[in-house]
């Protein structure tokens, strides 16, 4: 008799903690899982309402059209009509939607940044996708002193 319950203690043992850890998973789930949780599915409703209390930063180039017609006009004669605005610009909501626009002038991009960033010369992209090894390509001028940005064949 006293052999097997000394044996059966390899058992109870491991079951013992076996089930504090049970319930210490579910006491700590209970406890850290938000309320909301699985409402409508496995999914929380209040991430919504996080999300829509981020501040809009981008202003979305109809707005900025509305000011700004000549550089529309302008961009539409070249390949850069495709390109949004505020891809070069950054976003812009701040100085589209300010009272004065002209006191919140965004300062303009830096083109041997912006233009690498699409056009530096990479295998990866396609073959037909413009690219120019910038370094060669420019000679180290910026690449606003013979492109226009809007416009930008010469
Ligand atoms: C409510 C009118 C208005 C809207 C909308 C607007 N802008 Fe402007 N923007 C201005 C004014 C006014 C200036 C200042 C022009 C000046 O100083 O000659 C300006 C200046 C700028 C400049 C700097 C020009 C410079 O010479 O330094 C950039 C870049 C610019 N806007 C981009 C944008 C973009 C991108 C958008 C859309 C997200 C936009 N703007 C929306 C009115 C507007
Ligand atoms: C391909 C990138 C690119 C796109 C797309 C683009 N811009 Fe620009 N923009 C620039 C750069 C770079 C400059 C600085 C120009 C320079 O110094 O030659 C600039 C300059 C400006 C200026 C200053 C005045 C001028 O004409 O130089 C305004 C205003 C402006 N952009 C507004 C806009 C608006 C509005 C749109 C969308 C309709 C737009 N840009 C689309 C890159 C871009
Ligand atoms: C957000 C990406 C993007 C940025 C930034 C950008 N471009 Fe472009 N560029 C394009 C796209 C898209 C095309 C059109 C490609 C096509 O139609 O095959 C293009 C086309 C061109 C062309 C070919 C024009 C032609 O008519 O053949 C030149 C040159 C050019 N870009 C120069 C520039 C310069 C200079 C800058 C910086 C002021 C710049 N790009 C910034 C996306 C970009
Ligand atoms: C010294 C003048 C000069 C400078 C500076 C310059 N380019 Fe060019 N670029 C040209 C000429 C000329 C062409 C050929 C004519 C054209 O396609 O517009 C050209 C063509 C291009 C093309 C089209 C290539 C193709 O395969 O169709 C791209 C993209 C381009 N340049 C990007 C840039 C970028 C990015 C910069 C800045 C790092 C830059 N360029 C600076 C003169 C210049």
Request: contains cysteine.
């Amino acid at each position: 008799m006293k052999q097997t319950m000394r044996d059966a203690g390899h058992l109870i043992r491991p079951l013992v903690i076996f089930a504090a850890g049970t319930v210490l998973f579910v006491a700590v789930r209970q406890v850290i899982i938000p309320k909301d949780f699985g409402h409508y599915g496995h999914f929380r409703p209040g991430a919504m309402d996080d999300n829509r209390k981020h501040p809009i930063r981008f202003a979305g180039q109809e707005v900025c059209a509305g000011c700004h017609d000549e550089v529309v006009a302008k961009r539409k004669t070249g390949k850069h009509a495709g390109v949004a605005c505020e891809a070069c610009h950054g976003p812009q909501a701040k100085h589209a939607n300010a009272g004065d626009p002209k006191a919140a002038k965004p300062a303009l991009p830096d083109t041997a940044v912006l233009c690498a960033r699409c056009h530096e010369a990479n295998v990866a992209k396609p073959k037909g996708f413009p690219q120019v090894v910038t370094k060669t390509h420019s000679g180290g001028s910026p690449c606003n002193a013979c492109h226009q940005a809007h416009a930008p064949k010469i």
